[in-house]
T-cell receptor, first 115, second 117 residues
Framework: KNQVEQSPQSLIILEGKNCTLQ??????????LRWYKQDTGRGPVSLTIMTFSENTKSNGRYTATLDADTKQSSLHITASQLSDSASYIC??????????????FGDGTTLTVKP | GAVVSQHPSWVICKSGTSVKIECRSLDFQATTMFWYRQFPKQSLMLMATSNEGSKATYEQGVEKDKFLINHASLTLSTLTVTSAHPEDSSFYIC?????????????FGEGSWLTVV
């Protein structure tokens, strides 16, 4: 059974600090892994998408890493801001390229950045 | 970037009535769209997968006669909550599958708040 596990479930950090969110998956065969940010009451917004051959991808202060061998991904947030407070969702797709198909969602990590 | 639009953003309806939510891909053709519901502080729950021109595939436990999905074109899918009840009150989100950047990905709509009174 395809599964995506995220940790921690919730995290509280001070503004300006860095943090790392984890995503472990058992989805196979692997196609791509995506990180989304979901503000309360809004739809998720894509941060990064990584395929099998990519190890690192950055989007501003967000850097995602992928280890396809250990089936682990991390999302590192640098110099956190109050606006980073949100739920971060890891989504893994097992479909082949060109067909997004059905994806497996993690339960998300709720990040709270305090001043 | 790709945009998915949902309408309405929020709706209040009386118990027993039906409500339709639209999901549009604005600048790309989406052969596949997904519908989710999300309760407060909980993760997204996939309800159904909608393929253009064919019947939707519903997840286990989701009543297909209650949540009618129509994907009549490559840019529009609709979710109709029939005979709505207060327990149907939730945040409904759609997403559309498209090819962008380095590969296939999924773009989400802004979501629709449904309150049944």
């Amino acid at each position: 059974k395809n599964q995506v596990e995220q940790s921690p479930q919730s995290l509280i950090i001070l503004e300006g600090k860095n943090c790392t969110l984890q995503c472990n998956y058992t989805v196979s065969p692997f196609s791509n892994l995506r990180w989304y940010k979901q503000d309360t009451g809004r739809g998720p917004v894509s941060l990064t998408i990584m395929t099998f051959s990519e190890n690192t991808k950055s989007n501003g202060r967000y850097t995602a890493t992928l280890d396809a061998d250990t089936k682990q991904s991390s999302l590192h947030i640098t110099a956190s801001q109050l606006s980073d407070s949100a739920s971060y969702i890891c989504v893994v797709s097992a479909s082949p390229e060109g067909n997004a198909g059905k994806s497996t969602f993690g339960d998300g990590t709720t990040l709270t950045v305090k001043p | 970037g790709a945009v998915v639009s949902q309408h309405p953003s929020w709706v209040i309806c009386k118990s027993g009535t039906s409500v339709k939510i639209e999901c549009r891909s604005l600048d790309f053709q989406a052969t596949t769209m997904f519908w989710y519901r999300q309760f407060p502080k909980q993760s997204l729950m996939l309800m159904a997968t909608s393929n253009e021109g064919s019947k939707a595939t519903y997840e286990q436990g989701v009543e297909k006669d209650k949540f009618l999905i129509n994907h009549a074109s490559l840019t529009l899918s609709t979710l109709t909550v029939t005979s709505a009840h207060p327990e149907d009150s939730s945040f409904y989100i759609c997403s559309a599958a498209g090819v962008w950047d380095s590969g296939n990905t999924i773009y989400f709509g802004e979501g629709s708040w449904l309150t049944v009174v």
